[in-house]
């Protein structure tokens, strides 16, 4: 129910407002996003590619209406690559791209035009993209788009979502040789027709999407913070013989550090998703959605007379 009322939120101007003009929005933000700027983000991924940990980027942004933002998000991608390839941190990070902030909701050919774009300019930098996945309404064109890029560029990873009731089928279609997969149970409020609603189902859902993932010829991606899950993965890593170099654990930026420097410090390969950027809105309450522990935080923060 709290979780359905955030989601809601998450699309409302009005109250975005008032989230944003809160004293202590600031304070909330700096949790879990780098920062604003392209400096930021490459500050945030030196610090944690010298602990261990191997980074994946994101722009913050959704949602684009006008092809003008589309073609701002793809040219803040191409700096960004530029620049970590020339600070030497690829191929240890990787950036992250949403479609919707590349067109996908107006004009799915300039979604995938940017996206080639930055693909390409991954590909010079040494490293590659993987492409986020939005809302069910998207999936179809998102794996279409996918499928195209990965004609020229093999290495981009997909994302599956354990919540989706499709996900397991999706999971046996692209467990083929070199496919690169992240597994998450998925972020969005979708209705009882295509997604599991109780995070039981979910949960099983989930094992049974890693252990698809796990037993195949693919790189399997496990991003999740949940730690019956996580030991779950460490237990089909022994069974399916799968080193440190045959798939990798992912977790959010800010979220359960000690976590990630423990499995780093086991040896596991372990990939922080690190968002930056001004349009932090969504992701924030995406963030706040999933757990009420960060609500009771922010809650705190929207109320302060200070
Ligand atoms: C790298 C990465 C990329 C993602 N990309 C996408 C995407 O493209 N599309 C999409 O829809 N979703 C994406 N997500 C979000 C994902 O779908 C989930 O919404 C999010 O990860 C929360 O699910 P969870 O698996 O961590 O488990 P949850 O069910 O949220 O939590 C399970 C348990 O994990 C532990 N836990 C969770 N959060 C915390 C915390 N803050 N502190 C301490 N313990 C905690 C608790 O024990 C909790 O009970 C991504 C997530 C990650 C990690």
Redesign the pocket.
């Known amino acids: 129910m709290l979780r359905s009322v955030i989601l809601a939120a998450s699309r409302s101007s009005q109250v975005e407002r008032l989230v944003a003009t809160a004293p202590y929005t600031r304070d909330v933000v700096r949790r879990f996003v780098a920062g604003a700027a392209t400096d930021d983000a490459l500050r945030a991924t030196r610090g944690l590619v010298d602990d261990g940990l191997a980074v994946?980027l994101?722009h913050l942004g959704e949602d684009t209406v006008r092809p003008e933002q589309a073609t701002a998000t793809r040219d803040e991608y191409l700096k960004l690559l530029k620049m970590l390839g020339d600070a030497g941190l690829t191929p240890a990070a990787e950036v992250?791209v949403?479609l919707s902030a590349l067109g996908q909701m107006f004009d799915e050919q300039l979604a995938y035009d940017n996206a080639r774009a930055i693909c390409a300019a991954a590909d010079a930098a040494g490293t590659t993209v993987?492409?986020?996945?939005?809302?069910h309404t998207t999936t179809d064109s998102t794996l279409e788009v996918l499928s195209r890029l990965r004609k020229d560029f093999p290495s981009t990873g997909a994302?599956l979502?354990?919540?989706l009731r499709r996900t397991e089928s999706d999971c046996r279609e692209l467990s083929s040789a070199g496919s690169r997969v992240?597994l998450?149970?998925?972020?969005?409020k979708e209705p009882e027709s295509v997604a599991y609603q109780s995070?039981r189902e979910?949960?099983k859902s989930?094992v049974r999407c890693m252990n698809i993932l796990m037993s195949g010829d693919g790189y399997p991606?496990l991003?999740?913070?949940?730690?019956?899950?996580i030991s779950i993965g460490e237990d089909r890593a022994r069974w399916f013989d799968r080193g440190p170099e045959r798939f990798e654990f992912?977790?959010?930026y800010?979220?359960?550090p000690e976590?990630q420097a423990r499995l780093a410090g086991e040896g596991y390969t372990v990939?922080?998703?690190v968002p930056y950027g001004d349009e932090w809105y969504g992701y924030l309450m995406?963030?706040l959605?999933?757990?009420p522990?960060?609500l009771v935080f922010f809650g705190r923060a929207l109320i302060s007379k200070k």
């Open positions: 994946t994101d992250s949403k993987t492409l986020d996945m939005e809302d994302v979502q354990a919540y992240r998450c149970k998925g972020a969005y995070a979910v949960d989930y991606m991003a999740t913070h949940d730690p019956r899950i992912q977790m959010l800010g979220i359960r976590e990939r922080t998703y995406r963030r959605a999933e757990r522990a960060n």
